[in-house]
């Protein structure tokens, strides 16, 4: 463990392009945890030669170009967390207005009963001849 730490510290910084981009979001499908990945991602990717690590980036890029991907896993990802937040919140936003209408239908409802029981007891009050038809 301290020759990881000694191997870490003496590393350069990689800078995190599509290279450590694939290979975190490959540990990340493996159901590897943010607080091991990223630092396992940058320690893999500083003991990869800088002229290995730009041969595999051009490599990256062609394929790219050749298949005419514009997006990334992580962009695609990111653009359908986003979308699903949007979705949510419109359906969290859906949900109340419903709720809203509930009430007032069952608030409605609620008014009609007690009407129909006034009118039932003001009835019963008239047949029975009495009074002034306070209930």
């Not at 990689?14 to 990945?37: I, N």
Request: glycine share 6%; net charge negative.
């Amino acid at each position: 463990m301290e020759e990881l730490e000694a191997f870490r510290e003496s590393a350069p910084e990689c800078a995190h392009g599509e290279l450590w981009s694939l290979l975190d979001w490959s540990l990340w499908g493996a159901g590897m945890a943010d607080v091991f990945r990223e630092p396992l991602a940058d320690t893999m990717l500083a003991a990869v030669p800088d002229n290995v690590r730009q041969h595999a980036e051009a490599i990256m890029a062609d394929f790219k170009k050749r298949r005419e991907i514009t997006k990334t896993g992580v962009t695609v990802y990111q653009e359908q967390r986003d979308e699903v937040a949007r979705l949510k919140a419109r359906l969290d936003a859906a949900e109340w207005t419903i709720r809203q209408a509930l009430s007032q239908v069952e608030h409605e409802e609620a008014v009609h009963v007690l009407n129909r029981y006034v009118a039932a007891a003001e009835a019963a009050q008239a047949d029975q001849g009495g009074g002034d038809g306070n209930v």
